[in-house]
């Protein structure tokens, strides 16, 4: 070769940093090897959530103490990635729906349920959905859903679309005796209603009072018409297969005696109780569930034959 | 995407204008120093997010895995998928053809030749902007609030976002123009209108099909993304397929989505050709490319990219004594097909069931539902949204940084007057569009799958992206170089090597840099986008101040992404002036 120019000269110095660099950055430990010295604790807010941040700080600190690990918090929107990531042995921790829960569990993702929020001491975690009409509509129960337009959230909401689902079938309405509207947000539903896109509105049970507190509905503009059998509250789930025994037993035990105000406060994590804020706005903490408190969601899925479900 | 203008053309009468003097050694010493800490910036970011070949080497297996349950692909029935497709190409043409027609107005006010004053100048362009920074996804949200269900919200928030695009290359394209016919028109005692009218227009209209169709392109991209927040059509079914996890059907509505895309490509070069009325019989320069059925079929999508170079898409022009055009075949032609095209728009109109009531009473809405998104709530900014951002910007460098690495070698292979041989160009180019077939969202559903959540997936969604958009745009730069420079170096005993780096490059470097930036600004507002399909950054908390009605924290992050993308801007044009 013979002696380069210096703007070539220049061009491949530029060209060996640059690869140099890009070298650099390829070698290294691979991101989210879970399992190892951290934790990947991964949450989807809750269905009903209405805060922007979930407040996972205690919880994460009260691991971290009770492992000795480090534990990486990740917020997700998307529960769908994570049941992804904890088949793939990316996530120790979740935080999802009652519905991801039970898909993931039939899906063959080794996760067990270890607790659940509740907003006093010794009560069964639960939310509802609901459904809405216009106060002068007519409408009174589902059974009268028949021929009208029915807005949903969208087809894996629990409270938005399952369990209304259910609902209607108890009221001998099936699919196809409405017109369905998939409205996409828990609000969108209910403001659909009073926007006379629909004439009957699924949503959970705190939706009304986040549309009143922001001011943008007031409670008497629609009457509620039917709430669903209690649905069981968010689980946090623990993956057996990516953590050791004595790692897996430590977590449950944290958060099955130590996620609760009280004990956060006894542990140093928190100052007062006023001042520890969990996420999701629970009142007291959580309290132990396990598998079988979830056949509610899996009572539905069999009435309901839901895509959802397989 | 064809005759894509340069995503930053220079302003003509910017050389000419600068009268002062700049002290050019310094200020082109400082713009090195800024593309150094870039590059910098770009393997820090990709250090800190941890993508190195532990990471993918690690998710191999759930690739494989992920594959075995991808497959058999379930397509759904025939009328039904006709039907998705249908309500997706409609709502995409409506938006587009909304964001031409606003445009155009907006466009000309902005541009310096055509703007009236300094004032309107900055308004045009800051409008430009802001409909740029604003996510078409946030818009999308917005309008459902006010306009309710339906596809009214979606068609309105991709034709308001595309301004961003469609009313900046229209302006840059005008400053681009023949200033001849304008000042005629003047001379002839023509007031603005009819300036613009006679003597910009005509002029403008080959850009304005083009852009035109490239939007269209964009716009069938990102509705696959507005179908996680309930825009109708096949990425609404692609969102519901995922959401519960029936990989089956989505994946095979993707891959009719890329169908839908690459099909797009086709149809618009044919369009292009007709309504531009360019003579179909063009001598590709160099020589012919091997490789057969593969590269005509590519070639075709492209719109004759692949064998031929960059064409001057100029309509015929009518002798130099008539002062009326013929009505010669091609004019009928074009008429027609511009028929063709009003045809297309009513059936879409139809289809989509706009109503206009709806979009009234939305209207009259408007204002307070607009009232809930000010005053922007701080309050989370320094506690969540800065890390947040930073972790966007993060993926948004290290995704320009990769996508660069992989883009820029395939963009200088594919162009003709730098590769080693005409098969070379030909295989790239037949690559770079297939690439480009593939939306982003799909690649980040897929890495998210492969590599678990985060900011990997997002990461590398975008750089394989980046390939698509930049390798074109580097080798289009580099084929529209001077050449006689070349030959005079050539001609001098220079080497390949040598010609490539004082002749080709020294001239391209200001374009590659506008592309590379481009691509860290576009990157910029999709990595806030994939926070959708959980990539980590502040697209979550975007996407969740919206789902729990925090509209005052929704306008803090649109700010926030706003001010990161006008830095980027503002950063583009300096450096663009410094180095050339």
């Not at chain 1, 409270?159 to 828990?186: I, K, M, N, R």
């Not at chain 2, 910009?200 to 696959?224: C, E, K, M, W, Y």
């Not at chain 2, 390798?471 to 006689?484: F, M, P």
């Amino acid at each position: 070769m013979k002696r380069m120019s210096r703007p070539a000269r220049r061009l491949t110095a530029a060209a060996v940093a640059v690869v140099a660099g890009g070298t650099l950055a390829a070698c290294g430990q691979s991101a989210q090897a879970a399992g190892g010295d951290e934790l990947v604790f991964a949450a989807v807010p809750a269905e009903a959530s209405s805060t922007l941040e979930q407040s996972f700080e205690p919880i994460v600190e009260l691991l971290s103490q009770a492992t000795g690990k480090d534990v990486v918090f990740q917020n997700v929107t998307d529960y769908a990635s994570v049941i992804e990531g904890q088949r793939a042995g990316k996530i120790d921790i979740a935080s999802y729906g009652p519905f991801s829960y039970v898909i993931a569990r039939e899906a063959g993702v080794p996760v067990d349920p270890v607790v659940a929020s509740v907003d006093e001491e010794g009560a069964t975690p639960a939310y509802y959905s609901v459904a809405y009409a216009l106060p002068d509509s007519g409408i009174t129960d589902l059974a009268d859903a028949r021929g009208k337009r029915v807005c949903f959230v969208d087809r894996a909401s629990t409270s938005g679309f399952l369990a209304p689902l259910e609902g209607l079938a108890a009221a001998g309405v099936t699919q196809g005796d409405y017109s369905e509207v998939l409205a996409g947000s828990h609000d969108a539903s209910v403001l659909s209603l009073t926007s006379g896109q629909c004439d009957v509105a699924f949503t959970h049970s705190d939706m009304l009072a986040t549309l009143e507190r922001t001011g943008q509905l007031s409670s008497d503009a629609v009457t509620q018409v039917w709430r669903s059998s209690p649905l069981p509250e968010d689980p946090i789930v623990v993956n057996r297969e990516t953590l050791d025994d004595a790692t897996r037993e430590a977590v449950v035990t944290a958060l099955r005696e130590q996620a609760n105000k009280p004990a956060l406060v006894a542990a140093g994590i928190c100052a007062s109780e006023e001042e520890c804020t969990l996420p999701e706005e629970t009142g007291w903490g959580y309290t132990p569930v396990d598998d079988a408190d979830y056949d509610a969601v899996r009572r539905i899925c069999d009435v309901t034959k839901a895509e959802a479900c397989s | 995407m064809h005759t894509l203008a340069r995503p930053a053309p220079q302003p003509a009468g910017e050389a000419s204008r600068a009268g002062v003097v700049r002290p050019r050694r310094l200020e082109s010493a400082a713009a090195k120093a800024v593309l150094v800490a870039l590059v910098a910036a770009g393997i820090w970011s990709t250090m800190a997010l941890q993508i190195n070949v532990a990471s993918i080497a690690d998710s191999a297996g759930n690739a494989v895995d992920f594959a075995g349950r991808m497959l058999p692909l379930d397509f759904p029935p025939v009328a039904e998928l006709a039907g998705m497709i249908g309500e997706t190409l409609a709502i995409v043409l409506l938006a587009t053809v909304l964001s031409v027609v606003l445009s155009i107005p907006v466009a000309v006010a902005a541009a310096e030749s055509t703007g009236r004053t300094r004032l309107g100048r900055s308004g045009a362009r800051g409008f430009i902007v802001l409909m740029r920074a604003i996510p078409d996804l946030i818009l999308a949200i917005v309008f459902f609030r006010v306009f309710g269900l339906g596809a009214l919200p979606g068609i309105l928030a991709m034709g308001l976002h595309s301004i961003g695009m469609v009313g900046k290359l229209l302006a840059d394209a005008i400053e681009d123009l023949d200033p001849g016919p304008r000042a005629a028109v003047q001379a002839a005692g023509g007031g603005r209108v009819q300036q613009v009218v006679v003597g910009v227009l005509p002029q403008l209209l080959p850009q304005i099909i083009a852009t035109g169709l490239h939007r269209f392109d964009i716009n069938l991209r990102t509705s696959v993304l507005l179908g996680y927040v309930g825009v109708g059509g096949i990425g609404l079914a692609i969102a519901e397929s995922m959401r519960t996890l029936d990989y089956r059907r989505g994946m095979a509505l993707a891959l009719t989505v890329l169908v839908l895309c690459i099909l797009t490509e086709l149809v618009s070069g044919a369009f292009r050709r007709r309504l531009l009325g360019t003579p179909r019989s063009r001598a590709p320069r160099g020589r012919s490319v091997g490789g057969g059925a593969l590269v005509g079929w590519a070639d075709r999508v492209s719109g004759g990219w692949v064998t031929g170079g960059r064409r001057q898409d100029r309509p015929g022009g009518a002798d130099g004594r008539r002062l009326s055009q013929p009505w010669d075949a091609d004019r009928v032609r074009r008429y027609l097909w511009g028929a063709v095209v009003v045809a297309l728009v009513f059936l879409a109109w139809r289809d989509a069931g706009v109503s206009v009531p709806g979009f009234l009473t939305g209207l009259a809405e408007l204002p307070s539902t607009a009232l809930l998104f000010f005053p922007p709530d701080l309050s989370a900014v320094a506690s969540t949204l800065w890390p947040e951002l930073l972790t966007t910007l993060q993926i948004a460098l290290a995704a320009t940084f990769l996508g660069a690495v992989l883009a820029v070698p395939i963009g200088l292979l594919a162009a003709r007057n730098v590769a080693p041989s005409p098969a070379v160009h030909g295989t790239f180019r037949v690559l770079i569009v297939l690439v480009r077939g593939v939306p982003e969202l799909i690649l980040a559903i897929v890495f998210v799958v492969v590599t678990g959540l985060g900011a990997v997936a997002g990461t590398l969604a975008l750089a394989i992206g980046a390939v698509g958009l930049l390798s074109k745009l580097v080798a289009d730069s580099l084929e529209e170089t001077d050449v006689a420079v070349q030959e005079a170096l050539r001609a001098n005993g220079a080497g390949r090597m040598q010609v490539f780096a004082a002749a080709t490059l020294r001239q391209a470097t200001p374009a590659l840099v506008a592309h590379v930036l481009y691509l860290l600004d576009t990157n910029v507002r999709a990595a806030t986008l994939l926070g959708v399909v959980g990539a980590g950054g502040i697209g979550y908390y975007l996407l969740n101040a919206s789902r729990i009605v925090d509209f005052a924290t929704v306008t803090t992050i649109v700010l926030m992404i706003l001010g990161v993308v006008l830095v980027i801007e503002g950063l583009a044009v300096w450096l663009r002036r410094a180095l050339r």
